[in-house]
């Protein structure tokens, strides 16, 4: 296993055969993240390669094929992932900006294709070709291939489209398939038989539906509605921004009763996240919308850098040495809406979990005077000692090591643990862990708790015994959860 816990050794195993009998094919090293198999199969189910993939942090990879003269390193760069095959060709996406030899360069956030005759023959000289590159603000949001086609769901201005894309005579052409707009699309289900495809379309007031598109005989038509949970008549959605402390503008969605009064009296939830490349997108807000909005209070989901809401770019402005960033982003929201009067520090709470508990854990010790509530759900927290809790080592590439001096000490700057001290007034938070998350160990929850209750600081604690990372294990549980957070809110905002 790997210091973060995951396998590095590939073995082959014949079918009927004991697990003593596999013969080991590969082997990674003991720092990586991990090492895996993979198999290059057609929508015919024929293999035309097999072989092991290297993460070699959170977001670098090393491929090796594995042929009959022997196995091949790949001449990708680090940060680029193989996608399958689609029409004749196989994909990778590039996160790095990329000048392979043949005077061409590609831009990071691009897919692109090498013909698969050609790269099987030799796949260190075979020519690669661009399928999508990003505009400044586009992003691929995700790829599937069905029998004939190329499908990508594209993001812009973190609005979702799809696309159905065709190769022939060398190039790659891109038909748009018109599902509904203002929301959130995504590959739910494609057919290697057909070019068929299914897509899950969801917003944060309109419940998820299910899509169904096909190619031949091009049609489109809505399968079924998940029901309704909440009464959202009353409610509108809008897109903002907030402006930075370097200057950046940083999206953020505000969903808030119609006949609001901008009178800085509306109890708000600000949500983030911002890190290891993940969007935050429209989906359907069910018992939020039941427990939060219905009381006519607002719910904020901000789209921070860290994140990959406009491709690898949004994210590496806040990975490692920068990781600050994504704390001033959310706090520039937080401020941006006080400024506009939608609500005020009384009224203002943030919520995250996992990466985003310790965006929360950030927010309250830089700028404690901004909220009034904090939900921080099973959290990282201590970063000083986060790569020795859980799975802490795998996340690396995201936030750097504290073992390393000069990264140490920009992590120190922001460690939400190591940030609670005396003579501060912290927002009381509600902090939520499980017993059994091995990713983000319940360490990091308790020791917070534990270092308030040393301040004499006010806070709630709940840690589960079960669940994992999800810190739930069933309905019930999960039910407990939202109606803990829900009152906690409620008591903490809306209360006069």
């Not at 586009?138 to 594209?154: F, P, R």
């Not at 990282?380 to 986060?386: E, S, V």
Request: aromatic share 10%; with cysteine.
């Amino acid at each position: 296993m790997t210091e973060a816990g995951y396998p590095f050794v590939v073995k082959e195993l014949k079918r009927a055969e004991p697990l003593s009998e596999a013969r080991e094919i590969f082997r990674g090293e003991p720092t990586d993240v991990l090492t895996y198999p993979f198999v290059v199969r057609d929508s015919r189910g024929h293999v035309h390669a097999t072989g092991a993939g290297r993460a070699i942090s959170s977001f670098e990879f090393e491929y090796v094929v594995f042929r009959a003269d022997g196995p091949v390193k790949l001449n990708l760069p680090k940060k680029a992932a193989m996608n399958g095959l689609a029409g004749g060709n196989l994909l990778v996406t590039l996160a790095e900006d990329w000048m392979p030899p043949g005077n061409i360069s590609f831009a990071a956030g691009s897919l692109i294709s090498y013909d698969l005759n050609e790269w099987k023959q030799d796949p260190l000289r075979a020519r690669p070709s661009l399928v999508f590159q990003p505009g400044p603000r586009q992003a691929l949001s995700g790829l599937g291939a069905t029998k004939n086609l190329l499908i990508l769901t594209i993001l812009e201005n973190i609005q979702s489209k799809a696309f159905a894309y065709t190769y022939d005579q060398g190039a790659w052409s891109a038909t748009p398939i018109p599902l509904p707009e203002h929301a959130n699309v995504g590959l739910s289900g494609i057919s290697d038989e057909a070019d068929q495809a299914m897509f899950t379309v969801s917003s944060y007031l309109r419940p998820t539906s299910v899509w169904y598109f096909d190619a031949e005989s091009k049609s489109l038509e809505e399968l079924k509605t998940t029901p309704t949970a909440f009464d959202a008549s009353n409610h509108v959605m809008e897109q903002l921004e907030a402006t930075s402390r370097d200057g950046t503008s940083i999206p953020y969605s505000l969903v808030r009763p119609k006949n609001a009064k901008f009178d800085c009296t509306i109890p708000t939830l600000l949500y983030g996240y911002g890190g290891f490349q993940e969007s935050l997108l429209p989906s359907y807000l069910g018992p939020v919308g039941r427990l939060w909005l219905e009381q006519g209070n607002a719910y904020v989901v901000a789209n921070l850098r860290g994140g990959g809401e406009f491709g690898p770019q949004w994210h590496q402005a806040a990975q490692g040495a920068t990781k600050q960033t994504t704390w001033d982003d959310f706090i520039a929201v937080a401020e941006d809406l006080i400024r506009r009067n939608i609500t005020s520090p009384c009224r203002l709470g943030a919520i995250g979990a996992s990466h985003g508990g310790l965006l929360v854990g950030a927010a309250i010790t830089q700028r404690p005077e901004l909220f009034n509530a904090a939900i921080i759900q099973v959290p990282l927290l201590d970063m000083l000692r986060y790569t020795k809790l859980g799975a802490g080592a795998a996340w690396i590439g995201e936030y750097g090591d504290p073992a390393i001096a000069e990264q140490r000490a920009g992590i120190e700057g922001y460690s939400p643990y190591q940030k609670l001290v005396a003579g501060k007034t912290y927002p009381a938070p509600l902090i939520l862990t499980s017993t059994k998350d091995d990713r983000a160990h319940p360490a990091h929850g308790r020791k917070a708790a534990a270092k308030l209750a040393a301040l004499g600081q006010p806070y709630f604690y709940y840690e589960n015994i079960d669940g994992g990372h999800s810190a739930m294990a069933n309905l019930v549980e999960d039910a407990r959860q939202l109606a803990l957070k829900y009152t906690y809110a409620s008591r903490r905002l809306c209360s006069e």
